[in-house]
């Protein structure tokens, strides 16, 4: 049951789709609010054994009890265990323990989650005075998502090519570098399905153009991509250039359709192409009329977009530069003490994503004037709204991938997202790990982590081990900055090990496919915490570190250097699969309880359940992309002392026709069609 509570006169930020008539708020079961002047707390006493699940992107472990989260969107790239917020804002959260709830809040400002930070007991949510709260009672951990994901409707489904292996870098210049790539991945026989195009591509920076020096025949490169079966997916920043004669800025400017100062005037920030102004996609007609832009390159034959700087990050604003130049410059001849020179430095440092800009910043609502720090976490979700909305036009019988960097819920129903500039750092691997089933009860299922990291020098164990685990990720992207240590695979010493892990990967898509489909269909989570699976076994609540892939299997990835292997934790007896290649496995029942388990750096090992099956590509040298998986004709991996059932979801992966449930083929197998092996026909 879904219980809803209104506070003074909520902001409509879309991120419900169900209409649930408000309760009285004095009724609220299990906390305990106190109204302020603008704020509203709602606190909660917890006993020892309660476990906080969700918050999406959010930092720490699965268990987010012991620290206190800030939903702010924020463009920062530190992703330490001190920082409080990241790119998205995601303000669900499950209570398990004595008793069970969900909790949403759905506030477009700053929300923020004090989980046992301040006093280890209690969780004292505080949000504005103008609140939409929702609290679930549900059965079990699995059905308050379903209950929740039911009323943000339906998550977005990626075209079937996006679940390929993907390579990205800040720093591809021009159509050469694309090639070199593409060679690279070729030559060494490893499959490729998307080649990413960062913000060199475009002229000076500016969105919707193509830089045509570097790109001279735009349209014939992507045909020639495409015959390598090669997707180009192009970056889309939320900063329009001001710059005269350039048609989305002019036109931007004469139709009113950027976000304005407190005088009226069209807000200037700047970024990446330096001044910039902001669409305002909270906007109605500003939405549409930015999403409309994303056609031509549609036209040219692009089938994905990344959204990115979208919380929107500024660099800095005209206004506050000009006033810190001008208190720079009254210091000049001044010896700078030791306060002195730290407030120079802050003066600088402090200009880039300010609040001060935040609240200076002002949206048309569709009639109604709003300060941008009121709705400042809605800016991602409604860029990547404008596209998904628009590409319903532009091409409506077509996926076309989509994620974003900054998000809300909401936006999960038109894009997935990226966890934004992680490091390569061991202790990302495992944020990303803990942060995907987090992600997914908020209805974000097509996600993944930059893989190998972003920022810093990958080596080349790191980037082994993070493809084991991010094998599972609907979104397989290796992606890194600009200055780094090169990333593509085959720019290490042991291509081989990775090209046999790339290509399992391909094995594996027609269960990992299949899954993510069926969740998406089923307001189901792709990445489960083994308690949600396993809601009577006591350890598994406290496993940070494994996780659920889908109905059949269960992962335990290494993220330690040097590390030959793990212990891992088993809920029930399964069949321990490791692979070093598609055709390379061995299997070996295992049973329930602790085990350490030994992992070649080049192994992949999976543990399948009890009486569960799952279907494996047959693939074979000629491999290159998703186009050469044969989806019909599969083999079955399966643990079965009985008999399994398995609900595999096939369609053709391009169109929208993906809501039938004729697309479901039940598979039956029993224990004598595998006559003592694990894999067959
Ligand atoms: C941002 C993005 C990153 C991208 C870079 C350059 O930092 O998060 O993925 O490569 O901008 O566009």
Redesign the pocket.
Known sequence: MIYRYVYGDPINTDAVVQQINPEDNASMPYFKQTIKEDEVVFRYEMNEETIVYGLGEQMRGINKRGFSYVSYAADD?VHTENRHSLYGAHNFMIVSGEDSFGLFVDNPGKVTFDIGDTNINLIEVTTGKDSDIYIIKGDNLKDIVRQFRVLIGQSYAAPRWAFGYQQSR?GYKCEDDIREVVDGYHKNQIPLDAVYL??DYMKDYKDFTVDSERFPDFEGFINEMKEEHVHLVP?IDAGVKIEKDYPVYEEGVEKGYFCKDEDGNDFVAAVWPGKVHFPDVLNSKSRAWFGEKYRCLIEQGIDGFWN??NEPAIFYSEKRLNEAMEEIAQMKDTELDINSFFHVKDIIGDLSNSLSDYKAIYHDMDGKKVCHNDVHNLFGFNMTRAAGEAFDKIAPDNRILLFS?SSYIGMHRYGGIWT??NSSWWSHLLLSIQQMPSLNMCGIIYTGSDIGG?GCDVTEDLLMRWIEFGMFTPLMRN?S?IGTREQEVYKFSRIEDFKNLIRIRYRLVPYLYSEFMKCVLDNDMYFKPLAFDFPEDEFSKTVEDQLMVGDSIMIAPVYTQNAKGRYVYLPEDMLMVKMKSPEEYTCEPVTKGHHYISVDLNELVIFVRKDHILPLACIDDNLESMDDVDFDNVEWLGYVENEASYAYYKDDGQTKEYTEKENWDIVRKTKDMFEGGYIVK
Do not use: E, K, N, V
């Open positions: 790239p800040w960062d913000i970056i990115d700087m960097r934004g500039d972003f992606h900055a």
